[in-house]
Each structure stands twice: as structure tokens, then as C-alpha cells.
């Protein structure tokens, strides 16, 4: 069973930064995509940033212009940089890879790794 493992969390002020990285345990083939989400107290999962295998990269609106996401296919690594953090990026923040085959799709998510940013 492939494993998402994933580092760098922790606290920061804000105005700070932070970079996660993800790391499987093992190849994964036939990745179509390679993200990070976040989860915040009481709040839904919502997607932060998504690289794809073609190297497309997508933000949610909150975030663009301060975190960066990057990724290694080769590696299956996916970074995820966080410049000009505010408080209200605090959640635990979960890596995410979508495989495809022919006939199907699989999603692995990673532990998740918190971020608080004090103010």
C-alpha cells in the first residue's frame, strides 16, 4: 500500500513562511495530478493547489500570488512553498495524488500536517 508522507508543518507568525513537501513510499505510475489540500476547524477540505503531470498548475483564489506549488513525477515528491502566510491559512494541510489507469482512478492522501500562523 503506497504511502503519502508528508513535513514541514508547524507554527509560524504571520507575514511567515513554510514549505511542505510529500514524498511517497513508493512509484507510483500514471499520476494525473499531484496537489495539497486543507482542512480548518469546522470548516470543509477545500483544495489549495494542484499541479498536474503536464505541469498545469491551478490556486485557489486565496493563496495565489503567496504559496507555490511544485512537483517531481519522477521523484512522486509535490512542494508546496507558502510565502506571506496569514492566520487564516491554519489548518492541516493533506497531500494529495490522483492516479489513472484505463479503466480507473485512485486517489491517496497523505496523513496530513498542521500549519498554524499566530497573528
Known amino acids: 500500500q503506497v504511502q503519502l508522507v508528508e513535513s514541514g508543518g508547524g507554527l509560524v507568525q504571520a507575514g511567515g513562511s513554510l514549505r511542505l513537501s510529500c514524498a511517497a513510499s513508493?512509484?507510483?505510475?500514471?499520476?494525473?495530478?499531484m496537489g495539497w489540500y486543507r482542512q480548518a476547524p469546522g470548516k470543509q477540505r477545500e483544495l489549495v493547489a494542484a499541479?498536474?503531470?503536464?505541469?498545469?498548475?491551478n490556486y485557489t483564489d486565496s493563496v495565489k500570488g503567496r504559496f507555490t506549488i511544485s512537483g517531481d513525477n519522477a521523484k512522486n515528491t509535490v512542494y508546496l512553498q507558502m510565502n506571506s502566510l496569514r492566520p487564516e491559512d491554519t489548518a492541516v494541510y493533506y497531500c494529495h495524488v490522483y492516479q489513472t489507469g484505463r479503466y480507473y482512478g485512485r486517489h491517496y492522501w497523505g496523513q496530513g500536517t498542521q500549519v498554524t500562523v499566530s497573528s
Open positions: 499541479i498536474t503531470s503536464g505541469g498545469d498548475t
Open positions: 513508493a512509484s507510483i505510475s500514471g499520476i494525473n495530478s
